[in-house]
């Protein structure tokens, strides 16, 4: 049972450097959605998608891109890494109520 | 736009003993979801219990109940008997019932320590 699964795990980058964070799900779900975690913060939205070829932006999306060519990958792109981006990454799908999130991608901008 | 407040960075209990985290909300929603995570030192995201708001009957799960008070928005989660494995932050989150993605709007957590 895969479920959400994020690649990678963690990951150092200097500023101004490019990546994408990976997220592939194997439920079949219509919704999928990234959150960043900030210490005191909680997880904030950053974009979602409600299904292939459908994406929007949540509350921080600056700075990050995404696109959504099938149901199951939902990748999330850093333009030009800057040390704000330093963070941790959530991955997250969902069908019905509730969401089921991948285990994360621990980002360090130099 | 939904806000949620979690007012206690961080708490600590005897193990065995009974603890509450406190959650307040802020919608102009009248029907929505409300949702207890759990994160431990693994990062894993761990859907604790879950409420529907136009239940008035409080969920439970197991050693996990909650005090949903819908007038005063507020949504508190007792751990029953605690163990060591509960030490985790917990993170209480809003998912409106009509928004478009499953949207959920989180609440800064709480770091809870079970002590031995």
């Known amino acids: 049972n895969a479920g959400v699964t994020q690649t990678p795990k963690f990951q150092v980058l200097k500023t101004g450097q490019s990546m994408t964070l990976q997220c592939a799900q194997d439920?079949?779900?219509?919704?999928m959605s990234w959150y960043r975690q900030d210490p005191g913060m909680g997880l904030r939205l950053i974009h979602y998608s409600v299904g292939a070829g459908i994406t929007d932006q949540g509350e921080v999306p600056n700075g990050y891109n995404v696109s959504r060519s099938t149901t199951e990958d939902f990748p999330l792109r850093l333009l030009s890494a800057a040390p704000s981006q330093t963070s941790v990454y959530f991955c997250?799908?969902?069908?019905?109520?509730?969401?089921?999130f991948g285990q994360g991608t621990r980002l360090t901008v130099v | 736009a939904q806000t949620v407040t979690q007012s206690q960075p961080e708490m600590s209990v005897q193990e065995a003993e009974t603890v509450t985290l406190s959650c307040t909300y802020d919608?102009?929603?009248?029907?929505?979801?409300l949702f207890w995570y759990k994160q431990p030192p693994s990062r894993q995201m761990i859907l604790v219990i879950r409420?529907?708001?136009?239940?008035?009957q409080n969920a439970t799960e197991n050693r996990f109940s909650v005090n949903f008070q819908k007038a005063a928005k507020s949504f508190s989660l007792k751990i029953s008997d605690s163990q060591l494995g509960d030490t985790a932050m917990y993170f209480c989150a809003f998912m409106g019932a009509f928004n478009a993605g499953n949207m959920l709007t989180f609440g800064g957590g709480t770091r809870l320590m079970v002590k031995p």
């Open positions: 997250a799908s969902s069908r019905g109520v509730g969401a089921f």
């Open positions: 919608t102009s929603e009248s029907n929505y979801y």
């Open positions: 409420q529907e708001a136009y239940k008035q």
């Open positions: 439920m079949n779900h219509e919704y």
